[in-house]
């Protein structure tokens, strides 16, 4: 696609239809349904294909990124409600990415800034988690998800959405009208590296005592890094350059429900009073592009969990995890393209 159509396409789906594409890797069981007869992980996955085109090789969302690593620190604290979080340092990798499956759309501030994480714990565990810089989801179900790629898609005559089928869109979602309210009063720092990312999703967790409570997580970060940049991919050269000057760092902040508080409901948010634990820190320190080895090889399902750690009854996660998956086993078995981003090109 010429850059000028893919400026184009991506202007028509910045906003609402930029953060319509929040992390949406992985849906339901790989070769179920998503709520309805016609909704498989596959049909999901091609959605995503037919609003953004195919790109052989990329994710079919947050198609553009670059790889990170570094460690995750637990200071023990979380242990009062869940396991997992038992004090130590254990390797991470992860992932900075942009929502949309276009791999060489330019950056744009509107679009939702996403970090994915593998951390590795003792005796074989892994905690993954695909997180995004907005506080909400803007749908409750799959459907609704499904439903607002199409009804956010770009008309090829207006090279934008429909206003009318977005109209109806909201009309039958009321609760995506409110998150959409609650993310809009809620505006976005300037980059990767001062974005406070959201899990979004509630999990159960359990402590040695076997008592079970919901929550919710968020990375918070450590300082305030203005690094900027220009051009085509300002966002990722901005954060290679913080990488470049000193490591990142963000806080684990666990949210611990109360009874009454949704745990099925990604679109609402808990009221702010609600107790919160500091679990430790998060510290990213080298940044690379995206090639054989590092995560651009990473599936960031969300409910690869540690013991101690569960899923809840939030439909969206299974969803997640089967349309990861799908997009997965596609990219892996195409032919790989150079990253938009490459790492060593990024002015020092």
């Known amino acids: 696609m010429e850059k000028k159509q893919l400026v184009s396409r ?20 790989v070769t179920g349904r998503l709520g309805t007869p016609e909704l498989t992980p596959a049909a999901f996955a091609d959605r995503f ?16 990124g670059v790889s990170v690593a570094g460690r995750f620190e637990s200071n023990g604290a979380g242990t009062e409600v869940c396991s997992a979080f038992r004090t130590g340092e254990y390797p991470v990798t992860g992932r900075f990415s942009l929502s949309g499956g276009m791999p060489y759309a330019p950056d744009a501030a509107a679009t ?22 907005i506080p909400v989801f803007l749908d409750r179900t799959p459907e609704g998800f499904a439903d607002r790629i199409v009804a956010y898609a ?12 977005t109209a109806e869109f909201l009309r039958q979602h009321p609760e995506t009208v409110k998150a959409m309210a609650y993310v809009k009063a809620h505006p976005p720092s300037p980059g990767f590296a001062d974005s406070t990312f959201h899990g979004l999703n509630a999990f159960l967790a ?34 290679v350059e913080a990488v470049r000057n000193a490591p990142l760092r963000w806080q684990l902040v666990l949210t611990i429900a109360e009874p009454g ?12 009073n609600r107790r919160r634990i500091t679990a430790g820190t998060l510290t990213l320190s080298t940044v690379e592009t995206e090639a054989t080895g590092n995560a651009r090889d990473v ?9 101690g750690l569960a899923v809840s009854d939030d439909p969206l996660l299974s969803a997640r995890s089967a349309v990861y ?24």
Do not use: C
């Open 10 to 29: 991506r202007n028509a789906l910045l906003g609402i239809a930029g953060i319509a594409a929040v992390d949406v890797g992985a849906f339901l069981g």
């Open 49 to 64: 294909e037919q609003v953004y085109g195919k790109h052989e090789g990329f994710r079919r969302n947050h198609a553009k």
């Open 112 to 133: 939702v800034r996403g970090l994915g994480l593998r951390v590795e714990l003792p005796h074989g565990e892994q905690w993954r988690t695909a997180m995004v810089n």
């Open 154 to 165: 770009a008309d090829p005559a207006t090279g934008k959405p429909d206003p009318q089928r």
């Open 206 to 239: 359990t402590n040695d005592d076997g008592n079970t409570v919901p929550i919710r997580w968020t990375f918070e970060p450590v300082g305030l890094t203005t690094t900027q940049a220009t051009g085509s991919n300002h966002l990722f050269d901005a954060a």
């Open 261 to 272: 508080d949704p745990t099925g409901d990604a679109t609402t948010p808990w009221p702010g």
């Open 299 to 307: 599936n960031f399902d969300p409910t690869v969990l540690p013991s």
């Open 325 to 348: 998956a799908r997009s997965y086993e596609r990219r892996t078995g195409e032919p790989k393209h150079p990253s938009a981003v490459q790492v060593r090109e990024v002015p020092a």
